[in-house]
């Protein structure tokens, strides 16, 4: 079955007890679930990554994508700052969503700005875990039209 990454960065392991008014009350566990479910539907399966380091979430990266068919992130704070991050996801050379639980173009002004937004596909902000099944259909579609780049 064909694969799509689910990327996490730091601090999502901690879901479920963060923030609820940002990031909703579900578990990091459960929004794994929910997008495996819904990847299931169109034949593709899920291989999910959580790390509070930037490194470690690169060595997957670069390990991964090329088994894989596209790619849903949500890098949490490394969002708004890695370069490392970006380079990692357009040498990737797949297609990518990002996803952020809460709405990032209306917080505090640092959170504004994603400097991985210009190696993806699409960006998905404020929709709390609804955000995720969404991307997974984006990715279906966007492969259905134009392949995997
Ligand atoms: C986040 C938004 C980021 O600004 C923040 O650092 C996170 C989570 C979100 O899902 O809304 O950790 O990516």
Redesign the pocket.
Known sequence: MPKFLLIHG???NKLGTRDGK??GLTTLANIEKLVSDEAKIYDYEIKAFQSNHEGALIDFLQAETPKAAGIII????L??YSYALFDALVDANLPVIEV???D?KNREPF?KNSVIAAACIGQIVGKKEIGYTEAVQLLVRHIKNYGRD
């Open positions: 730091p601090n999502l940002h990031y949500n890098p949490g704070a969002t708004h952020h639980l809460s990032i959170r």
